[in-house]
T-cell receptor, first 107, second 113 residues
Framework: EDQVTQSPEALRLQEGESSSLNCSYT??????LFWYRQDPGKGPEFLFT???AGEEKEKERLKATLTKKESFLHITAPKPEDSATYLC????????FGPGTRLSVLP | NAGVTQTPKFQVLKTGQSMTLQCAQD?????MYWYRQDPGMGLRLIYY???????DKGEVPNGYNVSRLNKREFSLRLESAAPSQTSVYFC????????????FGNGTRLTVT
């Protein structure tokens, strides 16, 4: 059974303080990984698809990386508008989602 | 540029009442999904429809029924609501292609008292 975990559960950063979020997965065969951002009261919004181990994707202050067992979402010099819950998911017959990391960036 | 639209946004039910959550997408996607999201548990799949005319159970189907009305619309029905069904419900759709991401609506927040 595919399983996805995320850490930390919550993270508070000062504006400009870089950090990383982790997504670990146990799957029968790596089929790529998706990252989403979710704002309060909204549905998840697609950020990145990572297709294979070693791949990296960037968007503004976010950079996602993928290994054979985990993915990291690096946030460089975050701003308050980056505050959100970040979800990762592995695809298959059905998507399996992690529980998310709730990020707060304080001004 | 609506994407996935869900109605209603909020609903309060009493135990035993029934209701239908509506979902429509305008992206010509074949597959549609219903998830529930609870604190600390992530998104869990209730039902999905791989194409018009087909539906299948997901991880947590008990207490729910679905109807794929046409290619655009996929509804979720609670026949006899229970407090355990208090949750936020999300509808999603996905295009064809191995690496297509899910596109989500903005959810229905349901409280069952």
């Amino acid at each position: 059974e595919d399983q996805v975990t995320q850490s930390p559960e919550a993270l508070r950063l000062q504006e400009g303080e870089s950090s990383s979020l982790n997504c670990s997965y146990t799957v029968s065969g790596l089929r790529g990984l998706f990252w989403y951002r979710q704002d309060p009261g909204k549905g998840p919004e697609f950020l990145f698809t990572l297709y294979s181990a070693g791949e990296e994707k960037e968007k503004e202050r976010l950079k996602a990386t993928l290994t054979k067992k985990e993915s990291f979402l690096h946030i460089t010099a975050p701003k308050p508008e980056d505050s959100a819950t970040y979800l990762c998911a592995v695809p298959g017959q059905n998507f399996v989602f992690g529980p998310g990391t709730r990020l707060s960036v304080l001004p | 540029n609506a994407g996935v639209t869900q109605t209603p946004k909020f609903q309060v039910l009493k135990t035993g009442q029934s209701m239908t959550l509506q979902c429509a997408q305008d992206m010509n996607h074949n597959s549609m999904y219903w998830y529930r999201q609870d604190p600390g548990m992530g998104l869990r799949l209730i039902y999905y429809s791989a194409s018009e005319g087909t539906t299948d159970k997901g991880e947590v189907p008990n207490g729910y029924n679905v109807s794929r009305l046409n290619k655009r619309e996929f509804s979720l029905r609670l026949e006899s609501a229970a407090p355990s069904q208090t949750s936020v419900y999300f509808c999603a759709s996905i295009g064809t292609g191995s690496w297509s991401p899910l596109h989500f609506g903005n959810g229905t927040r349901l409280t069952v008292t």
